[in-house]
C-alpha cells in the first residue's frame, strides 16, 4: 500500500536553533518528493521538489534530503526563525500514468523566542 | 499575480443545507485540485481537473459531494445537502501541467463548517 509517513507529529524548538523533519514513504514507482510549508490559515506552498536523482536541494535555510534507496527524506532548517512557525507536509507522487499524489499527515513546527 | 481565488473564505450552515465553494485558478494553468483538510486526515485530493475535463474523481467521498470546470477560468465543488462530517478546510490549486510533475499553487482555503 502507497503511504507517507511523517515524524515527529509536532516539535517545538527554540529560535536560531536546527531542526530536521522526516518523511518516509512507501509509494511505488517513485515519481518525486515534495516539500510544502503551511502557514496556518493559508494553503501550503512548495518549499522544493526533488526527483529521484537528486539527493539534496535547499530553498533558502531549508535543506531537503532524498535517499531514493531506503525511501527516506528530510528536510532541515536552519537557524530557525518565529516566522518558521507552520506546518510542513510530505507530499510524494507516483510514476504511474495518472501521476497519483501521496500526502503525509504532516509536522507542526512551532518556534519559540 | 492574484494567485488562486477561492470563495467564500469561510462558510458556516446547518445540517443539509446545499453548499457551493468557487474557484478561480492561476490564469493559463490547465490543470486544477480540489482538496480537503482536517486535523484527522490531513490534505486529501478530492478532484482533478486537466484541460476543465475531470480526470480523477476517486477521492471525492460520496454522491453528495460533485465539482464542475465549465471554463478554464472557474471551477465550483458543491456538497448537497450537507452534514457535520463535512466541516474542514477545503482548498482549491492549480498547475500549469500534469498532477505529479507540475508545481500547484494553492489558494487561501475555504473554512467550511456545518452545525
Known amino acids: 500500500k502507497n503511504q507517507v509517513e511523517q515524524s515527529p507529529q509536532s516539535l517545538i524548538i527554540l529560535e536560531g536553533k536546527n531542526c530536521t523533519l522526516q518523511c518516509n514513504y512507501t509509494v511505488s514507482p517513485f515519481s518525486n518528493l515534495r516539500w510544502y510549508k503551511q502557514d496556518t490559515g493559508r494553503g501550503p506552498v512548495s518549499l522544493t521538489i526533488?526527483?529521484?536523482?537528486?539527493n539534496t536541494k535547499s530553498n533558502g535555510r531549508y535543506t531537503a534530503t532524498l535517499d531514493a534507496d531506503t525511501k527516506q527524506s528530510s528536510l532541515h532548517i536552519t537557524a530557525s526563525q518565529l516566522s518558521d512557525s507552520a506546518s510542513y507536509i510530505c507530499v510524494v507522487s507516483d510514476q504511474t500514468g495518472a501521476n497519483n499524489l501521496f500526502f503525509g499527515t504532516g509536522t507542526r513546527l512551532t518556534v519559540i523566542p | 499575480d492574484a494567485g488562486v481565488i477561492q470563495s467564500p473564505r469561510h462558510e458556516v450552515t446547518e445540517m443539509g443545507q446545499e453548499v457551493t465553494l468557487r474557484c478561480k485558478p492561476i490564469s493559463g494553468h490547465n490543470s486544477l485540485f480540489w482538496y480537503r483538510q482536517t486535523m484527522m486526515r490531513g490534505l486529501e485530493l478530492l478532484i482533478y481537473f486537466n484541460n476543465n475535463v475531470p480526470i480523477d474523481d476517486s477521492g471525492m467521498p460520496e454522491d453528495r459531494f460533485s465539482a464542475k470546470m465549465p471554463n478554464a477560468s472557474f471551477s465550483t465543488l458543491k456538497i448537497q445537502p450537507s452534514e457535520p462530517r463535512d466541516s474542514a478546510v477545503y482548498f482549491c490549486?492549480?498547475?500549469?501541467?500534469?498532477?505529479?510533475?507540475?508545481?500547484?499553487?494553492f489558494g487561501p482555503g475555504t473554512r467550511l463548517t456545518v452545525t
Open positions: 490549486a492549480s498547475s500549469g501541467g500534469r498532477r505529479g510533475y507540475y508545481e500547484q499553487y
Open positions: 526533488m526527483t529521484f536523482s537528486e
